[in-house]
């Protein structure tokens, strides 16, 4: 009972803990401490606070392992707490302040009514307009939004290359990238597989500003072309097809359109991944990370009219649209999958 006890208090005190976080990556105590460390008082000088209060702050941060305190109360970054500097290569700040921020905070009242009255998006519900139009007119927010993405997009790209590790590219020659974003991920598989030439296939907005995009960083630029497009409409000719963190976010009959148009652009024997988090069965463990299907299966209900998905379930969807389901390649973790349907 003391053990079940401990586990539900913690679940309960989880948002402040997480809280405490955002606030330390919103006053900048993070990248204050980026290039070595400082005393509590120097850098609230420096972040223009009180001093008291932040060292309090900062202890806390200290508990939980994302600074290290001393004996005079002078502070420096864990591998953790690195992860939240701007400049990390690898930074989770832009998901901190996303997923902790005034936004999405406000989401959680609605959950009880729309699981009472059945419907999703509590984004619309709470400023009434779905959240890519809000983000198009509140640029500093849709900022913090594609910041977060694009942490999520380094991981993936990690995630995808391991999973395909052992997979045979021989017989693809152009890989379609649909709603691939500024391309990293694309753009990483075309690095590592010189032969393949790829397209991106994105809304306007997302690849106006050249400076953004992948390709040409990461030296593959005469090899990657970016389209613009509607992905509920036409896509490019393409050997395969690449949709990634895409259909979770639309119910079965937008991915069925999705996935018809690519069916109606690709060859025979074309191929098409679904990249997603594959919702396991009842008897696995939860995993506690960033990537639990389970988990973010609620955050789809409160941000669109999608959902986290088994794999009979993506099974389903790919058949219903043309396609014949092959197999399906995970890396080591299975955070996420990537399911191959094949064009007959």
């Given at each position: 009972?003391?053990?079940?006890?401990?586990?539900v208090i913690d679940l309960i005190f989880g948002r402040k803990r997480s809280q405490m976080l955002y606030v330390?990556?919103?006053?900048?105590?993070?990248?204050?401490?980026?290039?070595?460390?400082?005393?509590?008082?120097?850098?609230?000088?420096?972040?223009?606070?009180?001093?008291?209060?932040?060292?309090?702050?900062?202890?806390v941060l200290g508990s939980l392992e994302l600074l290290h305190e001393d004996d005079i109360q002078t502070f420096s970054l864990t591998p953790m707490g690195a992860l939240l500097c701007t400049d990390h290569p690898h930074t989770l700040r832009g998901v901190a302040l996303w997923e902790e921020g005034p936004e999405s905070y406000a989401l959680w009242k609605h959950l009880p009514a729309l699981i009472t009255e059945g419907q999703q998006n509590a984004f619309v519900r709470e400023f009434g307009q779905p959240a890519f139009a809000y983000m198009a007119q509140h640029p500093s927010v849709g900022a913090i939004f594609n910041e977060a993405m694009s942490s999520y997009s380094s991981i993936d790209t990690r995630l995808v290359l391991e999973a395909l590790e052992p997979y045979d590219f021989s017989g693809i020659a152009h890989l379609c990238h649909v709603g691939g974003g500024h391309?990293?991920?694309l753009c990483s598989l075309l690095g590592k597989y010189p032969?393949?030439?790829?397209?991106?296939?994105?809304?306007?907005?997302?690849?106006?500003?050249?400076?953004?995009?992948?390709?040409?960083?990461?030296?593959?630029?005469?090899?990657?072309?970016?389209v613009s497009g509607d992905m509920f409409r036409e896509v490019p000719p393409a050997d395969a097809y690449m949709v990634k963190r895409v259909l979770h976010d639309w119910n079965d009959a937008e991915?069925?359109?999705?996935?018809?148009?690519?069916?109606?652009?690709?060859?025979?024997?074309?191929?098409?991944?679904?990249?997603?988090r594959i919702v396991p069965g009842p008897d696995t463990p939860h995993v506690a990370?960033?990537?639990?299907?389970?988990?973010?299966?609620?955050?789809?209900?409160?941000?669109?009219?999608?959902?986290?998905?088994?794999?009979?379930?993506?099974?389903?969807?790919?058949?219903?649209?043309?396609?014949?389901?092959?197999q399906t390649c995970y890396p080591a973790s299975k955070m996420l999958g990537v399911v191959e349907g094949v064009k007959a």
């Open positions: 009972m003391e053990d079940a006890c401990t586990k330390g990556v919103t006053l900048g105590v993070f990248d204050a401490l980026a290039h070595g460390p400082r005393s509590a008082a120097s850098v609230a000088s420096v972040l223009d606070v009180d001093a008291d209060l932040l060292y309090r702050l900062m202890r391309g990293h991920t032969a393949l030439i790829g397209t991106v296939l994105e809304l306007p907005p997302v690849i106006a500003k050249p400076e953004l995009l992948w390709a040409a960083k990461m030296g593959v630029g005469e090899r990657c072309a970016y991915c069925h359109q999705i996935l018809s148009t690519i069916h109606r652009a690709a060859p025979q024997h074309g191929r098409v991944w679904i990249i997603e990370n960033l990537f639990d299907a389970k988990l973010f299966d609620i955050l789809m209900i409160m941000v669109s009219s999608g959902r986290e998905r088994t794999l009979e379930e993506y099974t389903g969807l790919l058949e219903g649209a043309g396609w014949t389901y092959r």
